[in-house]
């Protein structure tokens, strides 16, 4: 099983909608990031949480908002999609000192039309 | 803020041919490196991070990186590619403290047979 699981792997919604993607781990980190990946833009960080009563706003948080439930769950949620907000969405997690590398989820391909 | 550059979007090179894929980053003070990449349809995985000491860093699959702090540099390395290696590679960094990883746009490198 994998250590970081995102669900759906893949969403299809239209403009306006409301949509959640769910984030797990068993790795018993305590930061949670998302991330999203668009062709020729590399990773931008939308959200992260340094532990369940902190949550960051990151590069590109306009139109996107998350809730951390537990340590190992982090989902990110789309008020009102909207059609630019089509890419692929990276859940990862990390330990605490500085020099910890990032485990990522398998992502979530969004489309909104 | 952090920035990383990645000098190349992609990079086609033949099979057994040695690669090196390049990363600058901005700041001089004490910083964090890592090198992941992304097969398709996967998340990233980490190849290789430099964190402190012997300058030179070496990683899964035969990759390694040199980090030049004059140069702020931490260009990857691999002496003979193969086809299993086409993939997008990424560079990141994060200066110490509680700062997130900041990646580049990504090289995706093709191996020709």
């Known amino acids: 099983d994998a250590d970081v699981t995102q669900t759906p792997r893949n969403r299809i919604t239209k403009t306006g909608k409301r949509i959640m993607l769910e984030c797990s781990q068993t790795?018993?980190?305590?930061?949670m990031y998302w991330y999203r990946q668009d062709p020729g833009l590399g990773l931008r960080l939308i959200y992260y949480?340094?532990?369940?009563?902190?949550?960051n706003k990151g590069e590109i948080s306009d139109g996107y908002s998350v809730s951390r439930q537990a340590q190992a769950k982090f989902s990110l949620s789309l008020e009102s999609a909207i059609p630019n907000q089509t890419a692929l969405y990276f859940c990862?997690?990390?330990?605490?000192?500085?020099?910890?590398?990032?485990?990522f989820g398998n992502g979530t391909r969004l489309t909104v039309t | 803020a952090q920035s990383v550059t990645q000098l190349d979007s992609q990079v086609p090179v033949f099979e057994e041919a040695p690669v090196e894929l390049r990363c600058n980053y901005s700041?001089?003070?004490?910083?964090?490196l890592f090198w992941y990449v992304q097969y398709p349809n996967q998340g990233l995985q980490l190849l290789l991070k430099?964190?402190?000491?012997?300058?030179l860093v070496k990683g899964i699959n035969g990759f390694e990186a040199e980090f030049n702090k004059s140069q702020t540099s931490f260009h990857l390395r691999k002496p003979s590619v193969h086809i299993s290696d086409t993939a997008e590679y990424f560079c990141?960094?994060?200066?110490?403290?509680?700062?997130?990883?900041?990646f580049g746009k990504g090289t995706r490198l093709s191996v020709i047979a």
């Open positions: 990862a997690t990390s330990g605490t000192g500085s020099d910890s590398p990032l485990h």
């Open positions: 949480s340094f532990d369940v009563k902190d949550i």
């Open positions: 430099y964190l402190s000491g012997s300058t």
């Open positions: 700041s001089s003070v004490s910083v964090y």
């Open positions: 790795k018993g980190h305590d930061r």
């Open positions: 990141a960094a994060r200066r110490t403290g509680n700062t997130p990883l900041v």
